[in-house]
């Protein structure tokens, strides 16, 4: 797994919560910058970076990175606009990301012109499409789209296992051999679930049941809810790493943040199952690194 990741997770989180001053480069660049900004130019925007858009079922995040893969800034938000990896509402999908763009943009002080997106693996072409096309309407030149765990991979960096997806309305799988993806798949069952289980059982609305469930001091009292769900989440990785040799499992996306799905998953598969750090920003991070 990658030396790095916490601490790359540790400046994703760190970026995306606290306003960056303006990137101005190395020492070299900035000798330069008086010339070109009197030019009328940012020095930002003559400088390599990359954009990520993951627009997931329940958080669109938009993170940016250096040419070297570091964070610079991001942003994300809570919407109804995708729903297990379906875009249901375009026009929403559409003004949502460039809000968050406008966002970015006036925290980074140049404009974003580019960006990779991602889409969990074994949705309809015509739905990547779809995705895709949610990014160029937003104004941004949309130069790659890669599955989901394929992306998270692209972070964390581990030669064998099982990347596993866990996002607002699909769990996704990735089996990595020698480093390289050797199978992907994605079911329905994911955050969303949660949130309409922790809804009906408390008898609140949607919108209530989801503020509870990202509370961390309130997942212990859930926990018992939500567990059935955990154990359909394991039921499905179980179901697609039974004809392969796995060793580990690395959850990621933003239900891995659940306090207790790990231990569910690694009971339900008999797999030793890991959470890194800041799962939400790992398959941003990665989408974002494929964007050249």
């Known amino acids: 797994m990658?030396?790095?990741?916490?601490?790359?997770?540790?400046?994703?989180?760190?970026?995306?919560?606290?306003?960056?001053?303006?990137?101005?480069?190395?020492?070299?660049?900035?000798?330069?910058?008086?010339?070109?900004?009197?030019?009328?130019?940012s020095l930002a925007t003559i400088r390599d970076y990359r954009v990520g858009v993951?627009?997931?079922?329940?958080?669109?995040?938009?993170?940016?990175l250096d040419e070297n893969d570091q964070p610079l800034a991001g942003t994300y938000r809570f919407a109804n606009v995708v729903r297990d990896g379906l875009v249901v509402d375009f026009i929403g999908a559409i003004d949502l990301l460039r809000e968050l763009k406008r966002e970015v943009e006036t925290r980074l002080g140049f404009e974003l012109t580019h960006a990779a997106t991602g889409y969990p693996p074994g949705v309809p072409r015509v739905e990547v499409r779809a995705t895709a096309n949610v990014v160029r309407a937003a104004g941004f030149d949309c130069r790659a789209e890669i599955d989901e765990p394929t992306a998270a991979n692209a972070v964390l960096q581990i030669r064998d296992g099982a990347v596993v997806d866990v996002g607002g309305g699909t769990t996704g799988i990735a089996i990595v051999r020698d480093g390289q993806v050797v199978y992907t798949a994605d079911e329905a069952t994911g955050g969303t679930h949660f949130t309409l289980v922790i809804a009906g059982a408390l008898n609140i609305s949607f919108d209530d049941a989801e503020k509870l469930k990202v509370d961390a001091r309130e997942q212990d009292r859930l926990y018992p809810?939500?567990?059935?769900?955990?154990?359909?989440?394991?039921?499905?990785?179980?179901r697609h790493i039974f004809d392969h040799v796995v060793e580990t499992i690395y959850l990621v996306g933003g239900t891995a943040n659940f306090k207790g799905i790990a231990s569910v998953v690694e009971e339900m598969t008999g797999v030793r199952t890991i959470v890194p750090t800041q799962p939400l920003f790992v398959t941003p991070l990665g989408i974002a690194m494929n964007d050249r």
């Not at 101005?24 to 330069?32: H, I, K, L, T, V």
């Not at 993951?54 to 940016?64: K, M, Q, R, S």
């Not at 809810?225 to 179980?238: F, H, Y």
């Open 2 to 41: 990658n030396p790095q990741l916490d601490a790359l997770l540790a400046r994703t989180e760190r970026a995306l919560l606290a306003p960056p001053r303006a990137y101005r480069g190395d020492r070299e660049s900035s000798r330069a910058q008086s010339s070109v900004e009197r030019a009328g130019v």
């Open 54 to 64: 993951d627009l997931g079922t329940a958080y669109t995040v938009l993170i940016v």
């Open 225 to 238: 809810l939500v567990r059935p769900v955990m154990e359909k989440v394991g039921s499905i990785v179980a």
